[in-house]
């Protein structure tokens, strides 16, 4: 068996799917493992480090003509055969007409953040999971860096100066990393959530839940959050919210809908219009969903903005800003994960895997698994990418 790991070429990429520490674990396995030359230089790893974990490192080509690649976003697709298999983070609902087209070619295609959510065998293969985590670190740190204040109250001679206030919209893996860094910096620190999980989970790592009068729990069956429907609950969470984040001296937004744009902070598009006027000039808003419509509007991918006095922080994907260890956690997940498609030394599909196929009307009904499609056809489980798909 050969997995091949491609050169990433996406705008921004920083990270590689495999890193040397996980070859011999691959090895043992029994894969030959293949690195493009130059793979993993933007986060760190050297060819030479590859080498000496056993990796052949060869030319695109050669990479790419293995059974199994393993990449972070979609690699040239068009260089690959009809049933060799694709293991990345492919985005199927938001990339609709290349999905199709990598289906239609027989590619196997592999989607890592389609793992069904609550299946506990799957939480070592969780690339959502790994690379959130570490977004939600680095957007507390952009929070504090790019604040005009100290972050800790401080006692001093001066005078006392007061803790920072940070308000995180989402309390999900992002959020609560988001939460407690900024803990650990000192701030004063409020969040909020759909999720009644949410509430416990925040209130542990000593922060304060923003309360919403009749508040219901929005949890779907896959593990995802949805949106309150109920008119006057929508308008409920949008005063508390409010109150919160005119006091606010940072915000960051780390909610995002699986298979769809991010929602807004707000319900309401009038509050969403005008939510930097209602701010304290000087404060920042961290939006770490611009590359999937933003949470703030206004804000803009890959730019830092000033908006009536507002400084918004629009870097998504804020992982890649340390990528040697988003790089080693991912080709943990990817290590994890190729074990179930190995039987007796060969590459094998088991249908019966629930992480490849997930549980169809259970825990991931309508969305099935880490399997999006192999022989030309989209997955039977994954019935709603059929129906986005007409």
């Not at 997995?3 to 070429?9: A, F, H, S």
């Amino acid at each position: 068996m050969r997995i091949g790991v491609p050169k990433e070429t996406a705008k921004n990429e920083t990270r590689v799917a495999i890193v040397p520490v996980s070859i011999p674990k691959l090895k043992k396995l029994g894969f030959e493992v293949i690195i493009q030359e130059g793979a993993g230089k933007l986060s760190g790893y050297s060819d030479s480090e590859y080498t000496e974990k056993g990796a052949h490192i060869g030319k695109l080509d050669e990479v790419m003509s293995t059974e199994l690649i393993a990449s972070i976003n979609v690699p040239d697709f068009k260089m690959m055969k009809k049933g060799q298999m694709l293991t990345c983070m492919a985005d199927p609902f938001r990339n609709l007409e290349q999905t199709k087209q990598i289906i239609d070619s027989g590619i196997t295609l592999l989607s890592l953040e389609v793992i069904p959510r609550r299946l506990s065998k799957g939480q070592s293969m969780d690339v959502n999971s790994s690379q959130d985590n570490l977004s939600g670190y680095k957007a507390a740190l952009m929070g504090a860096e790019n604040i005009a204040k100290m972050v800790p109250m401080m006692m001093t001679s001066a005078g006392t100066v007061k803790p920072s206030k940070f308000v995180i919209q989402g309390a999900a893996v992002a959020g609560l990393q988001a939460i407690a860094t900024a803990k650990r910096l000192g701030a004063a620190v409020q969040a909020i959530d759909v999720r009644l999980a949410a509430k416990q989970d925040t209130e542990s790592l000593g922060a304060k839940f923003i309360d919403v009068p009749g508040w219901k729990d929005a949890e779907s069956s896959s593990g995802h959050a949805s949106l309150f429907t109920d008119k006057g609950l929508q308008e409920s969470f949008d005063k508390s919210l409010m109150e919160a984040v005119r006091n606010a001296d940072v915000v960051i937004t780390t909610a995002r809908l699986f298979g769809t744009n991010a929602p807004k902070l707000f319900f309401g598009k009038e509050m969403n219009e005008n939510m930097t006027n209602e701010m304290k000039e000087g404060s920042v808003i961290v939006d770490m969903n611009c590359d999937t419509g933003g949470n703030i509007v206004g804000s803009k991918e890959d730019e830092i903005i000033q908006k009536n006095g507002v400084t918004i922080v629009g870097i998504p994907l804020l992982c890649r800003t340390v990528p040697n260890t988003a790089s080693m956690l991912y080709s943990n997940n990817v290590t994890n994960f190729v074990t179930v498609l190995v039987d007796e030394g060969k590459l094998t599909i088991n249908q019966d895997e629930q992480v490849l196929t997930g549980d169809e009307g259970g825990i991931s009904a309508g969305y099935g698994g880490i399997l999006i499609g192999e022989n030309g056809e989209i997955h039977a489980n994954h019935t709603k990418l059929m129906e986005a798909m007409k």
